[in-house]
């Protein structure tokens, strides 16, 4: 009996994206594939790279999915968006 060849596909995990803010605007390391979530609920519709904070005392994530293989990686949590804060990080 001949079998015949089977094609496996390898798709990488995407990078784990880190969250910069400036004032309300957060902005995601990964520049494509983005899911912004406020308190663990996704934000629908925003997953540009750049999300704007409404709510100061909030956590904000944000998941980044590669579409053809549902890898995903999700950001430390952001804590609070200072209304007047310098440049900010999230750090693990």
Aim: proline share 8%; hydrophobic share 35%.
């Amino acid at each position: 009996t001949t079998s015949q060849p089977v094609n496996i596909f390898v798709f990488p995990k995407p990078s784990t994206p880190t969250i910069t803010a400036h004032h309300d605007t957060l902005t995601s390391s990964a520049a494509h594939f983005n899911q912004w979530y406020m308190n663990g609920v996704a934000l629908v519709g925003d997953t540009n790279q750049v999300c704007i904070a409404s709510n100061f005392g909030a956590t904000y994530t944000v998941k980044v999915t590669y579409p053809l293989s549902e890898c995903s990686a999700t950001s430390a949590a952001f804590v609070g968006v200072p209304e007047r804060s310098p440049v900010l990080s999230a750090s693990s």
